[in-house]
């Protein structure tokens, strides 16, 4: 037994410690277990399923073409260091309000929520959170920790179980380890919160380079809070920060950082442009595939 302890805790200090490196959009050290080949190889995977679950693509050439382009228009501003992924851009046939991005480039945004926005700079502000997702490596970080979250709590199995029967150490560990699962999870759903923060962040920092006024992504917001319905639960058992946190972070933004970009005609907003190529599209279309019975809405990822 005291020979096992310390050999299963190195063990799991060198996963730890060999998985970690420097994100090239955060600048910050992070757990990331998964190569990018593996990421880009588990997005394309799941691609397709994803986008049949939400009604498949809208069908519209031409609506498609413009997600696209503004995708791939904010795709200039991201940072060296992030691979030549094979990025695309899709909008998914559904009423539900959403935008999601899978590992490795692979983007989403629904009809829905595309009906509700007013802008380019605003469906600038949604493709380039989900950008920021991917660049950041969340969900390689969210499979990193849970793994390293499943290591400790098995570690902590194996301790337990070896012990005596009538020890302090099985006793308290019987009761310890359900705690500690339980823990790790409310951890994990902070750890997604500080995610969808951090894509805020960049995203305004990508539309901000495409020269879209940042003040999109807050449009953005107002729009979700809008949406909003039904009860929501403590944000500290949610997976998303309350709508009303990330306008306050935006607005601090919009103050500091981004502050000159309010005062100037480069950072433009498009509202004409949206109307012409997505609303008056989306308005001739027959209703969504996905959702229209019953009408469902949830933050964007």
């Given amino acids: 037994m005291r020979r096992m302890c310390p050999l299963l805790v ?10 970690c490196s420097i994100n090239p959009a955060t600048g910050a050290r992070s757990l990331t277990l998964l190569s990018w080949d593996r990421e880009v190889a588990m997005g394309t995977e799941a691609a397709p399923t994803m986008a049949e679950q939400f009604g498949g693509k809208t069908p519209d050439a031409e609506v498609q073409r413009y997600v696209n382009e503004v995708g791939h228009r904010l795709l200039n501003g991201i940072e060296d260091g ?26 989403f945004i629904s009809r829905g929520l595309a009906a509700q926005l007013h802008s380019e700079a605003e469906l600038a502000g949604v493709l380039g959170h989900e950008i920021g997702h991917v660049t950041a490596r969340h969900a390689n970080q969210r499979i990193s920790k849970q793994l390293g979250i499943n290591g400790i709590i098995a570690i902590g199995a194996l301790i337990v179980g070896a012990a005596d029967e009538n020890s302090d150490l099985r006793r308290y560990g019987q009761m310890g380890l ?22 805020d962040q960049l995203g305004i920092r990508y539309m901000t380079r495409a020269g879209y006024n940042p003040i999109g992504q807050r449009r953005v917001m107002e729009t979700l809070e809008a949406e909003a319905k039904g009860p929501r639960p403590p944000e500290w058992l949610s997976t998303h920060p309350a709508t009303r946190t990330r306008i306050k972070r935006i607005d601090e933004m919009l103050r500091s950082t981004y502050a000159s970009t309010q005062h100037s005609g480069d950072y433009v907003l498009k509202k004409d442009e949206y ?21 469902t809405s949830s933050n964007p990822r």
């Fill in 178 to 199: 359900p705690a500690l699962a339980l823990g790790g999870q409310v951890m994990l759903l902070k750890y997604g919160r500080d995610e969808e923060l951090q894509a």
């Fill in 10 to 19: 190195l063990m799991l200090f060198l996963l730890t410690s060999f998985g």
């Fill in 82 to 107: 992030v691979p030549d992924l094979p990025w695309e851009f899709t909008m998914v046939d559904s009423k539900v309000i959403n935008a999601f991005a899978l590992p490795g480039g692979k983007v």
């Fill in 275 to 295: 109307q012409r190529r997505m609303l008056d599209r989306l308005s001739k279309l027959p209703p969504p595939r996905h959702g229209s019975q019953p009408a």
